[in-house]
């Protein structure tokens, strides 16, 4: 283990200590974290539940995320008052009967774990480079005078704490998904990017947008979207920087609506992809790195189903194990290839070894790549990007 991720580890395992002392205690108030003696991020709890989350960064374009994916209609019908949604307001309606529960819930969820990524990240980095913890401190509340609701049944530090560790090893530990995109090198960049992918950084890496913006504006899940990117922020030809709560310009751009029907092209919601392996544990561990990546996922774990049951899936990619009982990946891929309708679909062999010549022979089968055991989330979506699948 490095020793950033020795040092993302000690202050994960503080901040589960707090919030789960806090659960224990049933808390109702404010438990904040400081950093270099300022509060910057706070968690407002119900009963020893979570249901509030706040930080001192881009609360506006949090608000702004959560409603456009959620309730776009406030903001295509309501710019002007924007700036008024806040949970009090939001609560209130919920209350009320004005405002679906089950949607606030998606959406205060949703602002949560954006803080709670925020302050792993941070605070990883702080400790990290300063050898300092967060501080913390616990003010409690009376319950009639504390405006939350309740989020029932909403593991939401759990899911909080697997996106950072997915985020880590994707190795973007370093990249701050709030800050903006902007194209440095656009020679460099239209000689290495997709086409696909050129479209939407020309439409939307202006230097408004974060890459949380614009990984929402493209229907494209955070991580796959960033690591899709990171080569071309590594060779200079794209560029973060950081970027302030004003959130007119992301508004206003004109060329939202061009990325938002360029990303039905990337990743369509009804696009699977299929792994045939009769192993549980890797088929487990697949269906976790496809589905992070926004594609549904089938296992196929009897060979003699293959062909039979791709007709009906329709796959739009198949990772297909080598070494199977009764017939070979190889033999399945190349029957594969002989179906019209699987011809240009991209085949990914998936084998022990990682010699060249395992690699001619899945070539000579048909195969369009090959993935070495014990694969890694990192290698999976690396050869997703290969491929053009995001």
């Known amino acids: 283990m490095?020793?950033?991720?020795?040092?993302?580890?000690?202050?994960?395992?503080?901040?589960?200590?707090?919030?789960?002392?806090?659960?224990?205690?049933q808390l109702t108030g404010i438990l904040s974290f400081k950093r270099e003696n300022i509060p910057q991020w706070r968690l407002y709890f119900l009963?020893?539940?979570?249901?509030?989350?706040?930080?001192?960064t881009h609360a506006r374009r949090r608000w702004y995320r959560q409603l456009l994916k959620y309730r776009p209609d406030l903001i295509r019908y309501g710019l002007s008052a924007y700036p008024?949604?806040?949970?009090?307001?939001?609560?209130?309606l919920v209350i009320c009967k004005k405002f679906n529960r089950e949607i606030f819930s998606d959406i205060v969820s949703g602002y949560?774990?954006?803080?709670?990524?925020?302050?792993?990240q941070q605070g990883s980095l702080c400790l990290q480079q300063t050898g300092q913890k967060l501080s913390y401190r616990i003010k409690t509340h009376k319950a009639c005078d504390f405006p939350y609701i309740n989020l029932?049944?909403?593991?939401?530090?759990?899911?909080?704490?697997?996106?950072?560790?997915?985020?880590?090893?994707?190795?973007?530990?370093?990249?701050?998904?709030?800050?903006a995109l902007v194209i440095e090198d656009l020679a460099a960049l239209e000689d290495l990017a997709s086409p696909r992918l050129l479209q939407v950084l020309n439409a939307l890496a202006d230097g408004n947008q974060t890459l949380q913006d614009i990984a929402l504006k493209t229907n494209q899940p955070l991580m796959p979207f960033v690591s899709s990117i990171l080569p071309h922020i590594q060779n200079h030809a794209l560029q973060l920087k950081p970027v302030g709560d004003d959130i007119s310009k992301a508004i206003k751009t004109g060329k939202t609506d061009v990325a938002v029907k360029l990303a039905q092209t990337i990743i369509p919601k009804e696009a699977r992809m299929v792994y045939v392996d009769n192993s549980l544990a890797d088929s487990h561990k697949m269906a976790t790195i496809v589905e992070s990546a926004g594609y549904r996922y089938s296992n196929i774990a009897d060979p003699l189903e293959v062909l039979k049951q791709i007709q009906k899936?329709?796959?739009?990619?198949?990772?297909?194990?080598?070494?199977?009982?009764?017939?070979?990946g190889y033999e399945l891929c190349t029957q594969i290839r002989r179906m019209p309708e699987f011809k240009e679909t991209p085949i990914v062999m998936v084998g022990e070894g990682n010699s060249v010549t395992e690699r001619m022979r899945a070539k000579m089968a048909g195969a369009s790549d090959f993935l070495s055991k014990p694969f890694k989330p990192k290698n999976v979506l690396q050869t997703l990007i290969s491929l053009g699948m995001i």
């Open 112 to 120: 949560i774990s954006e803080v709670l990524f925020d302050l792993q």
């Open 313 to 328: 899936l329709k796959p739009k990619l198949i990772f297909l194990q080598v070494a199977m009982p009764v017939v070979t």
């Open 152 to 179: 029932q049944n909403v593991r939401i530090w759990a899911e909080a704490k697997r996106n950072w560790q997915a985020w880590e090893n994707a190795n973007l530990a370093q990249v701050n998904p709030n800050d």
């Open 47 to 56: 009963a020893g539940q979570l249901a509030w989350a706040s930080t001192r």
């Open 84 to 92: 008024d949604w806040t949970y009090n307001r939001l609560s209130r």
């Open 2 to 25: 490095g020793a950033a991720a020795a040092t993302s580890n000690i202050l994960v395992s503080e901040l589960d200590k707090k919030i789960q002392l806090a659960k224990e205690k």
